[in-house]
């Protein structure tokens, strides 16, 4: 089965469930005077259900053949490409989401810019290093001073 | 009308409006520039500095300033290196592409720039004739017509994104409403969908949304995927200039696709590639046969066209946006969501309530093109340098402003972590051929759509507003229609094709 098709089978699964609240557990809550009207909280939600399961089913079924192209990427040869660069920088970008807070913006952004480079391949620590650290007092600037919205540039206990 | 256009001229001619045109122009070509970033990414990127702005003709004007400007970049590189950052541009590529390897590299850019200011100038004067005469027509309208018109849209995006894909995209903007309905909506003060998750009482954020779906996926491809930039082509860019001859030649093209790529522009779901790709195919049909021989070969005519064409269909895309509040394409959608998000509806009130909104946006619009034609084409060789920044820089970069995107629009980590979940889902959805722009524009229409259609069934108790009011009826006929036809036609053209008889 192609990945298509199993993704429509996991859409579908979403279809479910999302159509099992709408239908069954949501209205169960609902205040007796809002019964009295012609729309419910539910009402939208069920309808869209529906769609989504009939389209869901449609491409699981393959009822709309799609002419074979060739596609810019292809997952068929994911192991061709650098899937383990891509995955190490979604962990970096997990680290960092994780890091902005309690590490501060200057030392978990130019840390991002830096690991970034490196993990893409780049050894030249004399120039990653200035750029990722002026990259970093910029957009901190930038946002601190001309957007107006607080981020802590230190880490907490040196006080940032 | 005269009025408006006051108003309008007045607003964008402020200092700060000025250089939000400028300077929109001016990201918009550099990041379009880069090979594999579309339009869609940049606009996601610039949305927390629009929104930020607070004001909302500025934010606007900025966005649709990026917006040419990448349109413009795209091309760039579409001629220079024939790898084009933009979907719209790749038919410039057919013709530029040989131009430039013949060392006409300049006068490429200049028939690009002269038919991208073209299209853009007579798109926006299109737009200043048609929207005000559609958005008189809408006032009419009532709820159920406007849910009806939605759904229209909705379907209509499915209905284009091609043979065997009609599934797919209807699946995905069935999945963007369902997203849509998650949290708690003002219509029933009630949470939805939540799973007792408090960070999801607000809601999916759009930014997030948009960031995750375009600027996170395009990055990651770019990381699996680096992109061989082919030989020649680069080089020293000269001779800007175009001879009396070759500018009479182009010039019924740009008339001609300036007009048809309007139109084209103004569909939902057909924007710049659908516009850029028949336009190249049009002019090659009509054009004499010893031209049509070099079609393909460096024709002038040949570039003149797509990039006519995809500059004014990106004016018509704004048609149904600004007169009805309808996206017809992914980067629309986006601009839809910058507004909300700046209290601004767009709709048929907008030329009544905020004319400034309406008339600064077209006034920008011409000089938007203007500062393309007379600021960017003498810059290029320079902004061309920009094509070789290396990955190993570029990409940390656009992660980083995806995630600072996404962080400043709801400050909140947890948001970082939903942007990087939504991101893969999104990898793998692109991966198996599905289409990313209907689900965005099904996330934001989704709130309006059932605003509408609670409004109606409130109205006439109950489902009657569909077969009460003919102009509902009429126009969700014409949805079903869109979604049904086109794979009824592909599966009578099948069983032609198996030799199976079918009837007529």
Known sequence: MALDRWIALILLGICLIYGYAAWFTMDGSLAPFMRRNPIWPSTFPKLLSIFGIIASSIILLGFEKSEAKEADIDYRRLHEYKLGQAIILLALMVAYALLLRPAGFILSTSGFLILGSFILGERKWHIMVPVAAIATLIVWYLVQEVLGIYMRPLPGFIGG | ?504
């Open chain 2, 1 to 504: 009308m005269l009025e408006g256009l006051l108003i309008g001229l007045q607003t964008a001619f402020s200092l700060q409006n000025l250089l939000m045109v400028i300077g929109g122009c001016l990201i918009g070509t550099f990041i379009g520039m880069l090979p594999g970033l579309g339009p869609m990414s940049i606009i996601a990127i610039m949305i927390p500095v629009a929104i930020s702005m607070g004001d909302p003709s500025a934010a606007l004007i900025l966005l649709a300033g990026v917006y040419y400007g990448a349109i413009f970049g795209g091309s760039t590189s579409s001629i220079l290196l024939n790898a084009p950052g933009v979907a719209g541009t790749v038919a410039s590529s057919f013709d530029g592409y040989p131009m430039a390897k013949q060392g006409k590299a300049g006068k490429a850019l200049t028939i690009a720039a002269i038919a991208s200011f073209a299209g853009g100038t007579i798109g926006a004067l299109l737009l200043m004739i048609f929207a005000p005469m559609l958005s008189s027509v809408a006032l009419l309208f009532h709820s159920a017509e406007y849910f009806a018109l939605m759904v229209v849209g909705l379907s209509a995006i499915a209905a284009f994104a091609g043979t065997g894909q009609v599934a797919k995209a209807l699946m995905m903007t069935v999945l963007g409403l369902m997203m849509a309905t998650v949290g708690e909506g003002a219509l029933f003060n009630l949470p939805r969908f939540t799973m007792g998750i408090m960070d999801l009482q607000s809601g999916f954020g759009f930014i997030t949304l948009a960031m995750a779906m375009f600027a996170l996926p395009e990055a990651l491809f770019l990381v699996l995927k680096p992109r061989v930039a082919k030989e020649g082509g680069e080089g020293e860019i000269k001779d800007l200039r175009i001879s009396r001859d070759e500018a009479k030649a182009i010039t019924p093209v740009i008339g001609r696709q300036s007009i048809q790529g309007f139109f084209i522009g103004v569909l939902p779901g057909a924007g710049a590639t659908i516009a850029s790709f028949l336009g190249y195919a049009v002019e090659r049909n009509i054009a004499p046969k010893e031209e049509q021989e070099q079609f393909g070969k460096g024709a002038i005519k040949g570039l003149a066209a797509p990039e006519t064409a995809n500059n004014a269909a990106c004016t018509g895309s704004f048609v149904p946006l600004l007169t009805l509040g309808i996206p017809g394409s992914g980067t629309t959608a986006i601009l839809l969501g910058a507004l909300i998000a700046l209290n601004v509806t767009p709709g048929p009130r907008l030329m009544i309530d905020e004319p400034q909104v309406f008339w600064a946006v077209i006034m920008s619009m011409f000089i938007g093109n203007l500062v393309l034609l007379i600021l960017n084409l003498p810059l290029i060789p320079y902004i061309a340098k920009v094509l070789s920044v290396p990955r190993n820089y570029l990409i940390p970069f656009i992660l980083f402003f995806t995630l600072m995107g996404a962080y400043i629009g709801q400050n909140n980590a947890t948001e970082l972590l939903i942007l990087v979940g939504f991101g893969v889902c999104a990898t793998a959805l692109r991966f198996a051929d599905y289409p990313l722009a209907p689900l965005l524009i099904g996330f934001i229409l989704g709130g309006m759509l059932e605003d509408n259609f609670a409004r109606s069934m409130q109205l006439y108790d109950g489902i009657a507003f569909i077969w009460e009011r003919p102009m509902t009826l009429g126009l969700l006929v014409i949805a079903a229609l869109l979604v049904v036809l086109p794979s009824y036609r592909a599966r009578r053209a099948r069983l032609r094709a198996e030799g199976v008889a079918d009837g007529d």
